[in-house]
């Protein structure tokens, strides 16, 4: 189940708020401009499905936002438990960093960990299927797809290149609760 939880950044013990209620979710993130918003495939979805059978179930929501807010690349990332770099790929996300361009991934299946740095609280969402997040550029935040990471997401890019990120150097993301799937709390 999706989830947002909002801290005090100096209090990760201190739980704010703690929603699993998406327009909730959706209001509390649309204060601090991050986007969150629910899609629906058109078409079934199976594992092992390519990237364009998968991106043709999302067409029409694929084309509408990338129409709207001038995407160039769209694509799509699958990673499975037994990934032989998943240790490698989970450190590259886990430290604050920010990107000169929206950062827009939609979970096709699978779950994240997006936490974002935003005015002086912590705002943790756990992303699961059907999720999409839109977190703007230049804001601080990291990703932690946990130890056995599991997910297929469509990611959007302004710029061809890809995802480039800024790091903070702050150790305020080790502050925080990791990902672990399954865990209560």
Same mark, same amino acid.
């Given at each position: 189940m999706s989830r947002l939880r909002i801290f005090s950044e100096d209090n990760p013990s201190d739980? $704010? $708020?703690s929603t699993s209620e998406h327009s909730r979710m959706a209001q509390e993130l649309e204060r601090i401009g991050v986007g969150f918003e629910q899609w629906t495939a058109s078409k079934p979805i199976v594992p092992g499905d390519t990237p364009e059978h998968?991106? /043709?179930?999302?067409?029409?929501d694929i084309d509408r936002i990338s129409q709207a807010r001038g995407f160039k690349t769209v694509d799509v990332v699958s990673i499975a438990p037994d990934h032989p770099e998943r240790e490698t790929m989970r450190a590259k996300f886990l430290d604050e960093h920010y990107h000169k361009e929206d950062e827009v991934r939609f979970f096709v299946a699978g779950s994240g960990?997006?936490? $974002?740095h935003v005015e002086?609280?912590?705002?943790e969402l756990k992303c699961e299927q059907g999720d999409l997040v839109s977190v703007p550029d230049s804001t601080l935040h990291w990703f932690d797809m946990g130890p056995e990471p599991s997910f297929v997401a469509i990611r959007f890019f302004t710029e061809p290149d890809g995802w480039v990120g800024y790091f903070t150097g702050t150790d305020i993301a080790q502050m925080f609760p990791r990902? /672990?799937?399954g865990a209560a709390g």
């Open positions: 739980v $704010l $708020l998968i991106m /043709e179930a999302y067409r029409a960990l997006f936490t $974002l002086g609280k912590v705002y990902y /672990e799937p």
